[in-house]
Each structure stands twice: as structure tokens, then as C-alpha cells.
């Protein structure tokens, strides 16, 4: 795997980034900007002083930059509400937000069967009757609420409900979201601690890079904060697993064990950091022919980072290698690869290889415009022999544009590649032009 260790030694060189990175990046001062543009009301009373308001304005508007500073936050998670609800004693703040985002492709020398651009998916061979096709969805377009508040017996803590257009035909109302932070701890529907969102590079796609691991799932989340500089965290989660039984021989069975998820991250500024992060997992299935349950063992590490060597660059890196973890994202998502069948072994199900890397760069030409550009890969690593019409490995590259017309209006264009290829040798490529116009608020 000589492409996995290069991208293993870039991202410890990423530790090296600090003593180049300026105080302030481009990106800050775009946070800056949407961070003031939003409507504060007072729900018991402004403070009269002007000099306690300017003070307490100043206060919330920081807390409301740190939403993009979140550990989880995705470049396509909306951004700080535009509505703000306020206490006059500074204990409680409400924020209501949303996004209308359309988007619009255009595949051509062979569709892609699926609004997100996914190379596992690149039909071989190609279909006559869908060479090109041209689609748009307005998948991504959300409403959400966000609580921060202060309470003697709680402390510090936060609530937040997200819902989008992601379901059936993309319309569908469904929740993708819901969970509360007190002090350290999570609770809830939340981004996995095996993910780091803000190390994936922006896309018009929603798919993203072929590697991309940001599981959502129902957890526990210890996160202490040591020195404002390294981030630990642990967590139990509910469990989404994809066995590849065939309903005769092998058959699944219900999930009775947690995973386990464990992170440690250092970050040098806001929005900078690296992190090495593992995920532990109970895979079961049962053997028909010898009429008994068994369990193995999935696990998987992620060393990820993203870092500003430059005010106007951004570098994002993700490097993924594990065995029975093709559930939690990238390209083998597609398709059930957590347990997959021996072939020497009727009735046996085993967790197979698999990793995946993904380095993106971004430049701001101004705070309000940038570009991006992403290469990525996932490779399947069956320990047996497999069909000859088997995906073995997918890569998937971006190249894109947004601008900011306002603090909460943005458009974007992008070019994809994909490119796949099986076991057999049989392999094809896909292109695709989108865009995407959001408006936020």
C-alpha cells in the first residue's frame, strides 16, 4: 500500500504546520462575516448599559463562530442561524437556521445511476441506453434548532435537532441530527467518533471522496478538552452493519453489541488540527449448515488532518485502513462487505481488508471565493478468491469553485472523475459537471 503510507507520512507532516500558519486565515475572516450577519432578539430585554451589550453581542457572536469550529462540522453541515434568541441574563440562546440547496449534473459517456457520484457505482459494462443524463435534487436543503445555555447544575450545554430532504426521490423529510452536549459529554443521533468531517475536502457532490467516513449513529461521547490544544474522546454506538449472507448457507443475525470508538487530536488553531482515531466492532452471523451463531471481530483506524500552511491555503488528508468497516462509509458502502463469504468454508462468513485515502487542497482567492481540487481512493482487499466482476478499487477527483455572494447565499461548480475497476480487469471511467446554488439563513 505505497499510496496509503505517503498519505500516512503527509499527514504527520501536517504537524509541522503551526510554525508556518499565520495568526488568521482567509476562511476566518469569512467565518467572521456570517458570524455578524444575523438577527439578535431578546426575549426578556436587552441590557440597557451599551457597554454590557457590546460586550455580550461580542460574546455570543463568538460562540456562534465556533459552530464552524465544531470537531464535527462538515463544509455541507449549514452554517450559524441568521435568528438568534437571547436572554437579557446571557443563560440561554436559541438559533433557528436552515438551507434551501439545489443542485444540478450532467453525466455523459456513461450515467451514473445516482444523484451522488460514486465510482463502486460506475456501471461495467456500460448501458447503451443510458450514456448521459442529466438530473438535479434538492437533497441538502434542512431546517434545525440550536440551544447553548448555562445552568448551575448542568454547566455548560447545548441541544441541537437537524432535519433534511435526503430520503425517498430526495424529498423525503427525514432526521439527520438530534443530540445534547453537556460539559464533555454526548449524548444522542450524532457524528461518529471513527469520523473528522472537517478533514473532508468541499464538493459540489454529495457523495464527496471515494474514502469519506462520516457515519451518523444513536451514542455516548465522553470528550475532555486538555490545555485548549488536544482532544480526547471515547464513545459507545449503535451499530449499522452490512453482512453479506446469502439467505441460505449464512443468514444475519440481530446486533447485541455496541461499537466502540476512540480518538485523540491535537490542533494547533481553530479549524487546524490532526487527529488518529479507531473503531471496534462485534459482527455476527449464523452458520446454516452447522446451526450456530458466530462473532468476529471489525476494527479500523483513520489518521486524518487539515491544516493552513498558508492564510490563503488549506490542506485536508484522510487515511483509512481496517477490516469488516465498509458500512461506515466511502465506497464500499454500496454494497454489503462487513462480513463477505469463504468460498474454502460453506456456511463461514469472514471480515475482509479494506483502506482508503483522500488529499484535498483548497485556495481562497478572496474570503468570499475559493477552489478546491481532491483526489481520492478506496481498495477492496479480499483474502480469498472473489468473482472476476468484483469492484476492486474506485478513485474519484474533484475540481470546483464556490463563491460567497453574500454571507448567506453561495453557488458552486464542479468537475468529477471516476474511475473503476473489478477484479476481472474490467474497468470504466465516468465524468459529471454540477452546480449548486444554497441559500442559508
Not at 435537532?161 to 439527520?176: M, P, V
Not at 446469502?246 to 447485541?256: A, E, I, K, L, P
Not at 451463531?293 to 483509512?320: E, I
Not at 483502506?355 to 478572496?366: A, E, I, R
Request: charge should be positive.
Amino acid at each position: 500500500m505505497p499510496m496509503s503510507r505517503n498519505i500516512t507520512l503527509f499527514l504527520l507532516l501536517l504537524l509541522c504546520v503551526p510554525s508556518f500558519v499565520g495568526a488568521r486565515t482567509l476562511n476566518d475572516d469569512y467565518v467572521d462575516s456570517v458570524s455578524r450577519s444575523n438577527k439578535l432578539v431578546f426575549i426578556d430585554g436587552r441590557p440597557v448599559d451599551r457597554v454590557e451589550l457590546n460586550l455580550y453581542t461580542d460574546s455570543i457572536r463568538s460562540r456562534i463562530a465556533a459552530f464552524y469550529y465544531d470537531q464535527f462540522h462538515h463544509f455541507m453541515d449549514p452554517g450559524a442561524p441568521y435568528f438568534l434568541f437571547l436572554s437579557k441574563d446571557s443563560k440561554l440562546a436559541m438559533g433557528i437556521g436552515g438551507a434551501v440547496r439545489m443542485r444540478a449534473y450532467y453525466d455523459w459517456g456513461g450515467a451514473m445511476p445516482s444523484p451522488g457520484f460514486a465510482p463502486a457505482l460506475i456501471p461495467i459494462p456500460a448501458d447503451p441506453a443510458n450514456m448521459k443524463h442529466f438530473g438535479t435534487t434538492p437533497a441538502g436543503t434542512c431546517l434545525f434548532f440550536r440551544v447553548l445555555g448555562q445552568n448551575k447544575t448542568l454547566g455548560e450545554y447545548q441541544l441541537y435537532i437537524e432535519a433534511d430532504f435526503t430520503g425517498y426521490q430526495s424529498r423525503d423529510f427525514r432526521l439527520k441530527k438530534a443530540y445534547a452536549i453537556i460539559n464533555d459529554f454526548t449524548v444522542g443521533y450524532a457524528p461518529s467518533t471513527f469520523s473528522d468531517p472537517a478533514a473532508v475536502p468541499p464538493t459540489v457532490d454529495a457523495q464527496g471522496p471515494a474514502n469519506k467516513m462520516t457515519p451518523t449513529s444513536v451514542l455516548v461521547r465522553y470528550m475532555p478538552v486538555v490545555k485548549d490544544k488536544w482532544y480526547f474522546a471515547v464513545s459507545a454506538e449503535t451499530p449499522e452493519t452490512s453482512i453479506g449472507a446469502d439467505g441460505s448457507d449464512t443468514r444475519t443475525v440481530s446486533n447485541w453489541l455496541p461499537d466502540f470508538a476512540a480518538f485523540a487530536q491535537y490542533q494547533w488553531a481553530q479549524g487546524q488540527h490532526i487527529r488518529l482515531s479507531g473503531i471496534v466492532r462485534t459482527l455476527s452471523y449464523r452458520d446454516m449448515l452447522q446451526g450456530r451463531n458466530h462473532d468476529k471481530a471489525g476494527w479500523a483506524v483513520q489518521l486524518s488532518g487539515v491544516g493552513s500552511p498558508h492564510r490563503a491555503m488549506t490542506v485536508f488528508a484522510t487515511a483509512n485502513y481496517g477490516h469488516g468497516y465498509a458500512s461506515l462509509g466511502g465506497d464500499l458502502m454500496m454494497g454489503a462487505y462487513d462480513l463477505v463469504g469463504d468460498p474454502s468454508l460453506p456456511g463461514r462468513l469472514y471480515a475482509p481488508a479494506s483502506y482508503g485515502w483522500c488529499l484535498g487542497f483548497k485556495y481562497n482567492f478572496t474570503p468570499m471565493l475559493f477552489a478546491s481540487l481532491s483526489v481520492s481512493q478506496t481498495r477492496y482487499l479480499p483474502s480469498h478468491r472473489v468473482s472476476p466482476d468484483e469492484y476492486k478499487y474506485g478513485m474519484a477527483s474533484a475540481v470546483n469553485v464556490f463563491w460567497n455572494m453574500t454571507p448567506r447565499m453561495q453557488v458552486g461548480a464542479e468537475y468529477d472523475f471516476g474511475y473503476r475497476r473489478n477484479f476481472g480487469g474490467a474497468h470504466r471511467s465516468a465524468r459529471r459537471v454540477g452546480a449548486m446554488c444554497m441559500f442559508s439563513f
